[in-house]
């Protein structure tokens, strides 16, 4: 289980530790606020992780609509339960 | 000759009910606001650590006589309820980071299905970038001075470069990013 876990982990990179590196490399200089958003793009952090959905038949797309397959909404329901027992107000991501 | 593990039902026990201690804790500090989210992962493990050991303790209180069995005992429980422990703290990652979690939890919000354009509306590459920076600037991971941003701690660029270094282990390419 914890093999599984860290594989999806590792499969895509995670865009936080991405920053901190790219802000690291940066070093004693720092790296300005406003350069992030030139190459965190919706092409990039988004959409890429919307055609994973379609293609691990978590979602399907159907006449340009997107909609949850039903492992899709079992998979949901799991984690809304946890994020409402643990009273996660933001909506995370 | 019998020897003495210590081996019983109980002990297979020990790193469940420390794992459920954890969790119970974390859930506990977390639900009651008692703390953030993080520290409330670091506290719930190591009480779940600290029942561990005490319980293995008062099965062995003679540690000096410890047998290689009884060790190799200890040693096991605590590789499962560090397995369980960790499988866990990825879980509460997953319910609060995850893009993919996010984006299913939106789609399910609408059985009527979105569009892209009506997915990105509700989540887009500059809202991420902005909860993921006050992320790490509210847990001190970076800071943020003159309209620069520097690395202040240590321990996500330490998970980051063990993430590249998995990734190149895992599947032999590099990030995404680059």
């Known amino acids: 289980m914890a093999y599984l876990i860290t594989y999806s982990a590792v499969e895509v990179d995670s865009p936080s530790l991405v920053m901190t590196m790219t802000i690291q490399k940066a070093g004693g200089?720092?790296?300005?606020?406003?350069?992030?958003?030139?190459?965190?793009?919706?092409e990039l952090v988004v959409i890429p992780r919307v055609n994973d959905l379609v293609h691990d038949k978590i979602a399907k797309f159907e006449g340009g609509i997107y909609k949850l397959t039903p492992k899709g909404i079992n998979l949901a329901k799991i984690f809304n339960t946890y994020r409402n027992f643990l009273k996660l107000k933001d909506k995370g991501g | 000759?019998?020897?003495?593990?210590?081996?019983?039902?109980?002990?297979?026990?020990?790193?469940?009910?420390?794992?459920?201690?954890?969790?119970?804790?974390?859930?506990?500090?977390?639900?009651?606001?008692?703390?953030?989210?993080?520290?409330s992962?670091?506290?719930?493990?190591?009480?779940?650590?600290?029942?561990?050991?005490?319980?293995?303790?008062?099965?062995?209180?003679?540690?000096?006589?410890?047998?290689?069995?009884?060790?190799?005992?200890?040693?096991?429980?605590?590789?499962?309820?560090?397995?369980?422990?960790?499988?866990?703290?990825?879980?509460?990652?997953?319910?609060?980071?995850?893009?993919?979690?996010?984006l299913?939890?939106?789609l399910f919000a609408s059985p009527s299905g979105l569009t892209l354009d009506q997915i990105l509306e509700n989540y887009n590459a500059q809202d991420m970038l902005s909860k993921r920076i006050q992320r790490l600037l509210n847990s001190g991971?970076?800071?943020?001075?003159?309209?620069r941003y520097f690395a202040s701690k240590h321990l996500v660029?330490?998970?980051?470069?063990?993430?590249?270094?998995?990734?190149?282990?895992?599947l032999g390419k590099g990030s995404e990013y680059d």
């Not at chain 1, 992030?36 to 919706?42: E, G, L, Q, S, Y």
């Not at chain 2, 000759?1 to 794992?19: D, K, Q, Y």
């Open chain 1, 29 to 42: 200089k720092g790296f300005p606020v406003t350069d992030f958003k030139n190459f965190i793009t919706d």
């Open chain 2, 141 to 147: 991971q970076i800071v943020e001075q003159n309209g």
């Open chain 2, 104 to 106: 299913v939890r939106d």
């Open chain 2, 41 to 102: 992962e670091y506290i719930g493990f190591t009480l779940g650590l600290v029942l561990l050991l005490s319980l293995q303790l008062s099965l062995h209180p003679m540690l000096p006589e410890l047998t290689l069995d009884a060790l190799a005992i200890v040693i096991v429980n605590l590789l499962i309820f560090c397995g369980l422990s960790y499988c866990y703290f990825h879980f509460i990652n997953l319910c609060t980071t995850a893009r993919r979690i996010r």
């Open chain 2, 157 to 170: 660029l330490f998970a980051a470069w063990l993430m590249v270094i998995l990734k190149f282990i895992f």
């Open chain 2, 1 to 39: 000759m019998i020897i003495e593990t210590g081996a019983n039902g109980f002990n297979l026990l020990i790193p469940l009910l420390s794992f459920s201690v954890n969790v119970t804790f974390q859930a506990f500090l977390f639900r009651s606001r008692s703390c953030g989210l993080l520290k």
